[in-house]
């Protein structure tokens, strides 16, 4: 599954040393529900020794949404030592998201 | 919605279908739903949102049988659902090119190669729509997801009370505009003609409000910030030629649209502006495809002329399935 984030445990995560993908978006934004499944599969999918699958409610989280100056969803960004090193926007097939988090696995 | 039933065209290789639907918006859901009904082997191909543009429509109020409106994602829900129940596979890939299957030793086969593998069958039905068209002014793409927005009931939150511009004065301009007033404080309309062009119900609706201002016969020239998130834009009278710069902190663009029919270079007929040619049936220039909604020649471009050619072009290719030899 993939993990919840909020201002509690955000900043752990994105620092756990992991690579972290976080999917902002909202229950009533029609594409960012395209993107649940997927992020979900990727949850399944991925090496969760090297790699976490999060993701952000916008409207739940909006202080997090501003730290990134999200302005779009579904937005998907990719952390490595608390930076961002990717983004995406709108939706976007699995394995594309897959070839990007594989580039920053080390 | 369950997902559940997606599946991965690499799964599905060794399928062959009776019809494949290349595209899950209401004229593909509806097309599935009557071939499935027939007892026809069918599968979508969707590669983005199933639903297609209308799904993320805040309030459709023109299609019958919802005298308070309804939304598109409600709508097109009830039409994945439906599909789903007369047993249609949505597959979550993109097409990315059809040919005919000319080893095979059967009467035509259409092969369709996707992403990850591919699959075959009797007859196609292409109903891809359209996309949103870009406008190509400077700052559009760098600043897409940061204040340029194609889609107001995605990001129409993240403008409470903020100034923004509606580019378009079209149908989908100020029905978007109406659903931003929900957050807005203002909004500053800009169209390259010298009229609106939306129906009047819409326009009667939008002038009541006193925070919306029309810039008509204006084009946009730039967008313009300070690097992460937009702060104006530039828009010049067409007659006077003068220059004006507004202060907004957002842009969502409804200047038209533009068919996703990129990828049926030369297999099928299309016009100048790569809307599928396709006669009264529904039928393309190949045997056995057929086209239907948004993207093809059909002038009117809504959910009920969509829903009605799907039904069409499914109806035809049945009869063309019990026509072949096999």
């Known amino acids: 599954m993939a993990l919840e984030l909020n201002e509690r445990n955000f900043d752990q995560v994105i620092n756990s040393g992991k690579i972290v993908l976080v999917d902002f978006g909202a229950e009533w934004c029609m594409p960012c529900k395209i993107m649940d499944p997927v992020t979900e599969e990727l949850a399944n999918e991925v090496d969760h020794e090297k790699v976490v699958i999060a993701k952000c409610d916008v409207q739940a989280e909006p202080k997090i949404a501003q730290r990134f100056s999200i302005m779009s969803i579904p937005t998907l960004l990719i952390f490595k030592d608390g930076k961002v090193m990717d983004q995406m926007i709108g939706v976007v097939p699995k394995r594309n998201i897959k070839e990007k988090i594989d580039q920053y696995i080390s | 919605m369950d997902f559940n039933l997606t599946l991965d065209a690499r799964e599905k290789s060794d399928s062959n279908y009776d019809v494949a639907i290349v595209g899950g918006g209401p004229s593909g859901l509806t097309a599935a739903i009557y071939t499935c009904r027939a007892g026809l082997k069918t599968c979508i191909f969707e590669s983005g949102v199933i639903g297609g543009e209308a799904a993320s429509t805040d309030l459709i109020e023109n299609y019958p049988g919802f005298p308070d409106g309804i939304s598109g994602m409600k709508l097109t829900e009830n039409m994945e659902k439906q599909a789903r129940k007369f047993g249609v596979e949505i597959i979550t890939d993109r097409v990315v090119k059809i040919e005919e299957d000319i080893s095979s030793q059967y009467d035509e086969y259409k092969i369709i190669y996707t992403n990850s593998g591919q699959i075959k069958a009797k007859a196609i039905i292409i109903t891809v729509g359209t996309k949103p ?186 009869h063309y399935i019990e026509n072949m030899k096999f």
């Open chain 2, 133 to 318: 068209k870009l406008l190509n002014v400077l700052g559009e793409k760098e600043y897409k997801g940061h204040g340029v927005s194609y889609c107001a009931t995605c990001d129409g939150f993240f403008y409470k009370d903020k100034k923004i511009a509606v580019i378009g004065c079209g149908n989908s301009g100020i029905q978007e505009g109406l659903f931003l007033l929900r957050f807005v404080k203002q909004i500053e309309f800009v169209e390259f003609l010298p009229k609106p062009t939306a129906e009047k119900v819409l326009l009667d609706k939008i002038k009541k409000y006193d925070n919306v201002n029309f810039n008509l016969n204006s084009s946009l020239l730039s967008i313009e910030g300070n690097g992460k998130s937009v702060t104006h834009i530039k828009i010049k009278d067409n007659e006077t030629n003068g220059i004006k710069e507004i202060k907004v902190s957002g842009v969502f663009i409804y200047v038209g649209l533009k068919p996703n029919t990129e990828f049926l270079e030369g297999f099928v007929k299309r016009d100048k502006s790569g809307y599928i040619i396709v006669d009264q049936n529904q039928h393309t220039n190949v045997h056995g495809v057929f086209a239907a909604g948004d993207a093809t020649i059909d002038t009117v471009k809504q959910i009920t002329t969509a829903v009605g050619s799907g039904a069409r072009a499914a109806n035809n290719a049945r």
